[in-house]
């Protein structure tokens, strides 16, 4: 409804559907009124069949991609292509906290096992509890025999941190092994402008050349 | 297609469709991939009844919103809201570029009279001449003797200052007066950051206390 987006267009001045629209625009992350009237103007100049292409990839999308029914990642098909590809190192399993994540996984082209998507972390203070991200999925993978190694690949910081320290306590019960990825100072980055904890860890992981 | 957008989504391990919806809300004005990507999980994130909406909000905007054939200021009826209004000075007719320049002008709530939205300004180095912009329509206007003065309110850019001139050279022979919007400091700046051709526009146009 107008006039949840304040100030610019509840003069009623403007068609309501035009009101409307630059909302949904705003509703997007990051989008502040401005840039969502932009993109709304931009939108009417489009042609009628790039509008409505538009549209229907909107809904497409949403009614084409699922979860992946193993590792939880995005497909559009029941197993995604990871999954079900035969060229995949099938006893590592990296565990990721989204699935964008593993776009970064992928883009290093170093790792060619398989992965688990969360989808989210364990984080009280969102009230985030661990049935509510991919845990119990994951567990249930490891019961066959076939995978020897569960990679944790959360991000580096609190949440990310406590979340693989839950799942890793989950798992090594089980007989399998539960690494970490390493802490350090970045590729093509700077001692000079590191943070100190990046130091540390830096320093903590350090191996014998 | 894939592949127009760079590097993030090329690896064919994401649905097509989704690539798709990245690129979708990468043409928008002012959206980089980083953040079409973002835009498309929100979307993904959300009901199936909110993504609906979503795109239907787009064919209805698209579909309901017309030009005004009156004012040419965007409507959802043959004659805006405000050039049908019976509340409005329609004596005179303020000329703006863009229809967020309505928005601007109705904020002020100084204003009373009507609006002419040129949709553009003339220029020539991106090819847009007079008959690109809606001159035409408001030069009809000005016929029926209603009008008695016609406020130039484009841009104080190069663009802005040679459109109200050459529109101005059009009314002037038909005994309409013509005025242009004030330049000047800004209200609640500071004279000691405004520059230099602000300061010397709001000398010239300095009036007695």
């Known amino acids: 409804m107008p006039g ?14 035009l009101d409307k629209l630059v909302e949904k625009f705003a509703s997007l992350p990051g989008v502040g009124t401005k840039s969502a009237q932009r993109m709304a103007f931009f939108v009417l100049s489009l042609s009628d069949s790039e509008a409505a292409d538009f549209a229907s990839t909107i809904i497409e999308a949403k009614r084409g991609v699922k979860k992946c029914t193993v590792c939880q990642n ?11 590809g035969d060229r995949r190192n099938r ?16 883009r290093s082209k170093e790792y060619n096992g398989l992965y688990h998507v969360l989808h ?18 994951l567990i249930s993978r490891l ?18 941190e406590a979340t693989a320290m839950y799942i890793s306590r989950l798992i090594k019960p089980l007989g399998i092994k539960v ?27 350090r191996r014998e050349m």
């Open 4 to 17: 949840t987006v304040p100030g610019l267009f509840d003069m009623s001045i403007f068609p309501v559907v």
């Open 74 to 84: 995005l497909t559009d098909t029941e197993v995604c292509r990871i999954c079900s």
């Open 91 to 106: 006893s590592v399993i990296c565990v990721v906290a989204d699935p964008k994540d593993v776009i970064a996984m992928e």
């Open 120 to 137: 989210g972390v364990i984080s009280p203070i969102n009230r985030v509890g661990p049935d509510d991200i991919a845990v119990r999925e």
């Open 143 to 160: 019961g066959g025999g076939e995978v020897s190694e569960v990679i944790m690949a959360t991000n580096p910081d609190t949440e990310g």
């Open 179 to 205: 690494t970490r990825i390493a802490y350090g100072i970045p590729v093509g980055s700077n001692l000079e402008f590191t943070d100190d904890a990046t130091i540390f860890k830096a320093l903590e992981g």
